[in-house]
């Protein structure tokens, strides 16, 4: 696989904005988006004429089957007064959002567009869960992979035994990634679970007494997480705390042509290494316990970038489980294969640790509409490299960023660099 | 049998003859496992079937709890799970299949590297067979 140099053009992020996650039965995917559009536009310092956007390119998986809409980005378009623009569906499942804005930096590095519009958006909750369970499943291979019975959690939890049966990790190493995703999306009034683990357990308690039930007690967070009650198994060793939840949201970008980032504000974010690659469905993956397109995603990105695995300070990763974000962080060079669930364990990726992972809570306390999280992982970074994350924010500079998001089984991964100068 | 497409239609009516087909490049010999039309490895698009073998380990694991619908149908469901995981065939290919001869109730009691054996199951789909791929532990 040939790796790309550097870009031809410079791409800077000038605005980055989101919906709230969480379920929104009465909202449509074009009404989610619009309310990302204006959030966007809110983000933006200097404001902006929405006539200076000259394309859309929008992140959706499936609103076919989730909402009965196909062709969905000229109805976003038109959503957002942006008719008759050049508007674009990017679909590559989980990676959609990602692939969205590889199109957009493509676009603008070879000179064609000077200030393009990214979305991401899905709207989920209208279906029950088994029929959730069966739409995302057609993010696999259909024929050769999820026939045998596989669910999605599933294909994860299958890598999460090759990963345990290798390393030696237990299934409880991956509630730490759980605790660690709930105390940051506390701290994220956007989250879907904008609330702790502790929060959680009370909530559960006084929902038990208001129905004259017996109250359930736990020790503690662990205690909790180990109540097959609480948090019963979805695929071993998945329980459903390691999955993230189905999610209505939507999150849009703008990015310009780095030589007129400060047309629109003083502290743009550069984005300065993009990487992407494609696998086959897991049976034929090389290595059951990571994910080789995530390897060489990262790989592409860092050489176009011209900057190491150990310059990144930040990171939002794709974390559709537990075991996936443990995966990604090796994957990504930060830590050795294998290592991983002892970093988490050792609290290295927490908010106030040396490398911090999804600040944002993450797909699984943030929630993960999926068209939307790839971009969703972006207004974080924005937020974190800005210093405008409030509660949450990361101290010290940020200089280096990135973002990673995995479609699929695998299938595709979307590597991207961001640079605070 | 050398004249069928390599398509999932042939891959489908040779598992309802409880055959696991792959196709070897007549060219390079690589084996591929889905069928494929061209070699992936030197792209040449001169395939032929070839039989896999019928034993194998197993790679990886889960017991499903929260199945896909056409499980649920079958019967299974949070009190009644499956298990599907990843085969490693002896020619060093890996396939995903239904997990037979084990307690999907207790996963952690299912070992990594256990020798298995093919067994195509047959699924009754609206009156038609649907033949559906799997391995037994040994």
């Known amino acids: 696989m040939r790796i790309a140099g550097p870009l031809s053009r410079g791409v800077a992020l000038v605005g980055a904005g989101m919906s709230p996650f969480g379920v929104f039965r009465q909202k449509t995917n074009r009404d989610l988006f619009a309310e990302a559009y204006l959030d966007m536009g809110r983000s933006i310092d200097r404001g902006f004429d929405p ?136 701290l994220n009034p956007k989250a879907q679970f904008n609330l702790s683990l502790r929060d959680w357990m009370a909530a559960r308690a006084a929902a038990a007494r208001q129905k004259d039930l017996p109250a359930p007690t736990w020790n503690d967070e662990l205690d909790f997480l180990r109540d097959e009650t609480a948090n019963p198994t979805i695929a071993w060793p998945l329980r459903l705390f390691d999955c993230a939840p189905i999610t209505d949201g939507a999150a849009c970008l703008l990015l310009v042509t780095a030589g007129r980032a400060r047309e629109f504000t003083d502290d743009p974010i550069y984005i300065i290494g993009s990487g992407q690659a494609s696998d086959h469905a897991l049976a034929g993956h090389a290595d059951l316990a990571g994910l080789r397109a995530a390897r060489l995603a990262a790989q592409s990105a860092y050489q176009m970038a011209g900057v190491a695995a150990s310059d990144i300070r930040l990171a939002e990763v ?77 101290r010290g500079d940020l200089p280096l960023a990135l973002t990673h998001n995995v479609g699929g089984t695998g299938g595709t991964c979307v590597v991207h660099i961001y640079e605070r100068r | 049998m050398q004249n069928l497409p390599f398509t999932y239609a042939s891959f489908a009516t040779f598992l309802a003859q409880k055959k696991l087909m792959g196709a070897r490049c007549q060219a390079c010999g690589t084996l591929s496992l889905p069928p494929r039309a061209i070699c992936p490895n030197c792209h040449a698009d001169r395939m032929e079937w070839v039989e896999m073998p019928e034993r194998g380990t197993l790679a990886a694991f889960t017991s499903i709890y929260v199945g896909q619908s056409a499980l649920l149908a079958e019967g299974y469901d949070r009190s009644n799970p499956y298990c599907a995981g990843i085969v490693e065939l002896e020619n060093g290919l890996r396939v995903s299949a239904r997990i037979l001869g084990v307690d999907p109730r207790n996963p952690a009691g299912i070992r990594i590297g256990s020798p298995m054996i093919l067994e195509i199951l047959d699924r009754k789909v609206e009156g038609d067979s649907l033949p559906i791929l799997a391995f037994r532990v040994l």
């Open chain 1, 51 to 186: 006539a200076e956007i000259e394309t859309l390119y929008v992140g959706n998986f499936s609103s076919d089957r989730f909402e009965g809409q196909g062709h969905l980005a000229p109805i976003l378009a038109d959503a957002v007064g942006l008719v008759p623009l050049p508007a674009t569906r990017v679909e590559d499942a989980c990676a959609s959002g990602g692939a969205a804005i590889r199109q957009a930096v493509m676009a603008i590095a070879s000179g064609m567009h000077d200030v393009v519009l990214v979305g991401g958006v899905e709207q989920m909750t209208r279906l029950t869960t088994l029929q959730v369970t069966d739409v995302l499943s057609t993010a696999g291979d259909m024929l050769y992979e999820m026939g045998s019975g596989f669910t999605f959690p599933g294909i994860f939890a299958a890598m999460a035994t090759a990963y345990m049966h290798r390393y030696g990790m237990k299934p409880e190493h991956l509630f730490q990634v759980a605790l660690k995703s709930h105390a940051n999306g506390a």
């Open chain 1, 318 to 394: 794709h974390d559709c489980f537990t075991i996936a974000e443990i995966i990604a962080t090796e994957d990504l060079g930060f830590f050795p294969p294998g290592s991983g669930y002892r970093m988490v364990e050792d609290g290295v990726t927490n908010r106030d640790g040396p490398r911090p992972v999804n600040t944002s809570g993450g797909l699984k306390a943030k929630g993960h509409p999926v068209g939307a999280s790839g971009i969703a992982q972006v207004v974080e970074i924005w937020e974190q490299m800005r210093g405008e994350a409030g509660e949450r924010q990361v």
